[in-house]
């Protein structure tokens, strides 16, 4: 499987971004897929997960500004981010997960830059 992650860019607080990734390969074998923040110094944490039925799950410190999305038809998962905050700001990674949890996939992250 190979995920590519786009969306990215400079924005101001308050203001709104949307993450892409698009998975390619063997897709079927996916179950649960993440969207990972990494913070400048800081570790790579999960903010937002959806599994295959549609369940989601966010981090406290990003519910009710972000939602995960996924469109199955286009193999695309999506991170609609809302009321950004300076500390949004990072690298945002998507992950993938087989259900098994033996194998784990990652695209090449994009960058989000929240300027107050």
């Known amino acids: 499987v190979q995920l590519q992650a786009s969306g990215g860019g400079l924005v101001q607080a308050r203001e709104s971004l949307r993450l892409s990734c698009v998975a390619s390969?063997?897709?079927?074998?996916?179950?649960?897929m993440d969207w990972y923040h990494q913070a400048p110094g800081k570790q790579r944490e999960s903010v937002a997960r959806?599994?295959?039925?549609?369940?989601?799950f966010y981090a406290g410190s990003v519910k009710g500004r972000f939602t995960i999305s996924r469109d199955n038809a286009k193999n695309t998962m999506y991170l609609q981010m809302n009321s950004l905050k300076p500390d949004d700001t990072g690298v945002y990674y998507c992950?993938?997960?087989?259900?098994?949890?033996?194998?784990?996939?990652w695209g090449q992250g994009t960058l989000v830059t929240v300027s107050s």
């Open positions: 992950n993938a997960r087989n259900a098994a949890r033996t194998k784990d996939y």
């Open positions: 390969g063997m897709i079927f074998s996916i179950d649960v």
């Open positions: 959806i599994l295959s039925d549609g369940t989601t």
